[in-house]
């Protein structure tokens, strides 16, 4: 939705994948963009995160991400067994209780 400049006024992701699809990119971006990622994340590593950051700083697009030191991908998902991670799950919900309060008016 960010890619396609969805008229919003933010975008949270909780554990994504990055992978920008040939053809696309954040141009169009119109809202704040904010990521919530464990470091740990095999689906995708550090490597694809820090992608994502130059794209959005070349698209000039308002950005935020916190990172979760050691965490899996899916540190949200209770049912995930050993992937799940309360405090990770815990600081990312303030994170994105912080971000609406800041975004949406």
Known sequence: MARAGMEVDGFVSFHGSFETPAGQDYRRTQGRVLILHGSDNPVAPIADVAQLAAELDAAQVEFEMEIYGGVDHALTVWS????????ADRKAWRALLTFLGETID
């Open 80 to 87: 995930a067994g050993d992937h799940y991670d309360g405090p």
